[in-house]
């Protein structure tokens, strides 16, 4: 669970977090979650495999503010061979606001489309979540 | 059609368009859009009407990298009494590069949902593209 | 002390972090720190008293990248009636990466200068740092 | 000249634009400023120069709010062999509402600093600005 406060830089002049923002804090979110599981993304960019996002959905339920402070859950959803999805649900003391979905793809070095790496795959199917 | 380039601010270390800063892109063109057929989104919120995202979804398909000159499409997709759907396509060099969509709603001055005005929706159902 | 790792959203396609993004850092430090020292920003602004940047300066002395972990200290440097002065300094495994600082001013609900109020200009001239 | 509008995305819940937000514009200025004397920076990039910000100063005149359209002027200020300083200034509708300079470097491949290209520091002397 990523736990952050909403900052003047997440808001805009509706007085809301903007909603592009809410995508980033999923990447802060999956980035910690995926640490957590033992898959290091900066490591395995050193390794030769880049994570890239190739779908987002974004649904908005309730506003946060400035100064909120929200925990970011992220599960993993579906895991195949050639990606993997990933949810990501905002939490203001402990009601849903904010839902997500992340589906990610792997690439080489030069930027080719490649399959999970076995070890990464492993991870990540140990900790499908059953309850989405 | 809402034309600019790829700046820095819009990349980042894996060397392309970070993903959130499509959602961005998309507001700038409907902003614009909007404004071409006759809404203007400030007025609009002078008037008491402030239009917020609901629901976003974006699909990167090619990608953008430092410095291309990109074009985003907007069009009217879908009008109800309570929402109305955008969808946003971005071109580099005539082709299809991402796509999103964002559905819209409408609140008043203390953020309580309210249809969409009567001239806004008129203006938008002139519009409702018919190639989507 | 704010502490935080440098995700994608941070960086560009220098593959470092993008410089504007250093100020929100910042303004992520200032929060929390201004916050230990018994100063709520938002709490104040339900009191009629926004906080203002009046003048940022950045200056980048080594390049942080993509899965760093930083801190982020904040110090009160300067106190005066209408504006003061904060120092940021941003460090990578106890190494100065960069600093800056910035000016902020007091506004009012109508976005009027104001002067700093007691109780919040008491709680700065507690804390000024008398190392800068 | 660079002109561009403000759009949510610029602004915070002060209902104006984002102090670090004026550096993103800043960036774009210069970008498209250099462009158009004959240097293109991804061009650079291409041949192994990398140009980085090393200083940033920021002043706030005047509030900028969403809708408003700008103009971004960036000047040379300064041309040395290692680093040259750039100058912005914001205008609305004729009135300068921000200023700011920054101090750039060039980088190798690697990362390591260089002197200004001769032929990029020639470009760049032809267009020093007389009246800063």
């Given amino acids: 669970m990523f736990t952050t406060r909403?900052?003047?830089q997440d808001?805009?002049?509706g007085g809301?977090?903007?909603f592009a923002n809410y995508l980033c804090l999923f990447e802060k979110s999956w980035f910690e979650y995926l640490f957590s599981v033992g898959i290091s993304l900066?490591?395995?960019e050193k390794a030769g495999t880049y994570v890239l996002v190739k779908n987002a959905f974004l649904d908005l339920i309730e506003k946060l503010q400035y100064g909120d402070i929200i925990n970011v859950v992220t599960a993993v959803k579906e895991v195949r061979n050639a990606?993997?999805?990933l949810s990501h649900t905002v939490f203001k003391e402990g009601k849903t606001t904010t839902k997500g979905e992340t589906k990610m793809v792997c690439v080489n070095n030069e930027g080719k489309p490649k399959r999970i790496p076995e070890d990464f795959k492993t991870k990540l199917l140990l900790n499908v979540s059953s309850a989405q």
Same sequence: chains 1, 2, 3, 4.
């Fill in 6 to 8: 909403i900052y003047y």
């Fill in 11 to 13: 808001t805009d002049a």
């Fill in 16 to 18: 809301v977090v903007y």
């Fill in 42 to 44: 900066p490591e395995w």
């Fill in 83 to 85: 990606y993997f999805v």
